[in-house]
């Protein structure tokens, strides 16, 4: 079957935020009519429209756009992408720039559900991830969105230098009382190219202290469940019947298409990675070039592998039986004693067929991943070397 899933990355931002290391173009708004002629040569490749189940539109940030380039971006999205009659149509949005001009565009256009980016409430916060937003800019936008969509989800950040847990907290508190249906909470990661990895290089930037970061994932945790909403996936809590649909396609192995500098697809067993310079991308789809910068197809054990990984990251864990169905690979088979390991150290827990972390493996999660991703013999050499899984 054809995938039933779209994402769409538009690479525009008024600036790039210190801690960003996704592909992004800032301060180039001249190029934003290029980049939709040349997204439209680059969705014409696929030679007929292909429904799907979820949409998502991200970036940068989509919302960016003037309301007559966003116009066409969203018309552009729906010929090629069509949504069916339950569809998920997703859009990432800046506070910012939920003007009523803009969310009228939005809504004409089928957009059903807003990942906001608020990453926090307090503005000394805000100010040190260098956002272009502020807490009374949140509320403007939240009360000219309020419904008119079926769905809306806050992003916000923990772990930012010299940020206290009584900080966190309030941030909870806050999105609590706004009541929105969904919730993602990411802690603070600095990666090599941001702006924040070479100030942390220079001894410029502190880390938060690990022991704060796991009080403040587990406050996430306990005061949105203990506020109704779900914990299903390790940084994601959403009321009933909200679920980010189209990144359970990701994490339960699902393909999906992809298009637009940087994007990421999988599709027929092949995943593909477009270039992530946006002018790159650019100049070889309009000189009818593929924008392809990387290619592989990955064989049944790395699939299985992958969605293993993926699927352990939903809080209801796998079904191994399922799994095997599924894969054509026994979990025990691909992660040998690791198995046994975790779950004598109360990192994973068993009961019947259901394999799931526990609240301690949560915490370590990102250090077990590797274990599943390569095989048990290849793992044992690689850890020999200095790399055993550690406490956060």
């Known amino acids: 079957m054809d995938p039933r899933a779209a994402y769409i990355h538009v690479p525009f931002c008024r600036r790039r935020c210190g801690y960003c290391n996704f592909t992004v173009t800032a301060g180039r708004d001249d190029l934003i009519e290029r980049f939709l002629t040349a997204l439209e040569r680059e969705l014409q490749g696929l030679q007929w429209p292909r429904p799907v189940d979820t949409l998502f539109l991200g970036g940068g940030t989509p919302t960016h756009l003037a309301p007559a380039q966003l116009e066409r971006l969203l018309k552009l999205a729906t010929h090629w992408f069509p949504l069916s009659g339950q569809a998920e149509f997703s859009i990432e ?3 910012v720039d939920l003007v009523p001009e803009k969310i009228a565009v939005l809504v004409d256009g089928g957009v059903n559900r807003l990942s906001i980016g608020v990453q926090s409430f307090d503005d000394a916060k805000l100010n040190r991830l260098e956002r272009d937003h502020r807490r009374a800019d949140v509320d403007r936008a939240l009360a000219a969105c309020r419904g008119r969509f079926a769905s809306w989800s806050l992003d916000l950040i923990f772990g930012v230098p010299d940020e206290s847990l009584d900080v966190w907290l309030a941030d909870l508190q806050a999105t609590v009382e ?12 600095y990666e090599k190219g941001a702006a924040f990895w070479g100030r942390m290089t220079k001894g410029l930037l502190t880390p938060a202290d690990e022991e704060l970061e796991r009080q403040m994932y587990l406050a996430a945790i306990d005061v949105l469940t203990g506020a109704g909403w779900e914990h299903y996936e390790v940084s994601n809590f959403a ?11 990701y994490w339960t192995g699902q393909e ?36 392809v910068a990387e290619r592989e197809r990955l064989g049944s054990e790395d699939r299985a592998r992958e969605r293993l990984v993926f699927q352990l990251r ?3 864990g796998v079904d191994v039986r399922r799994f095997q169905q599924q894969s054509g690979f026994a979990v025990e088979t691909l992660v040998g004693d690791s198995m046994r390991e975790l779950i004598d150290r109360g990192l994973l827990e068993q009961r019947g067929d259901h394999l799931r972390l526990t609240r301690d493996g949560l915490l370590v999660s990102d250090s077990i991943w590797p274990r599943f991703l390569v095989p048990p013999q290849s793992f044992e050499a690689f850890s020999h070397r200095g790399t055993e899984l550690t406490e956060k």
């Open 93 to 95: 949005a800046n506070p």
């Open 314 to 316: 939903i809080i209801e």
């Open 256 to 291: 999906y298409y992809a298009a637009g500098p940087g994007a990421a697809r999988y599709v027929a067993g092949v995943r593909e990675t477009n270039h992530r310079s946006t002018t790159t991308w650019m100049h070889r789809v309009l000189a009818g070039r593929s924008p």
């Open 239 to 249: 009321r009933p019947g909200h679920r980010c649909r189209h990144n359970e396609v």
């Open 178 to 189: 706004r009541c929105p249906d969904h919730v993602s909470t990411y802690g603070l990661t």
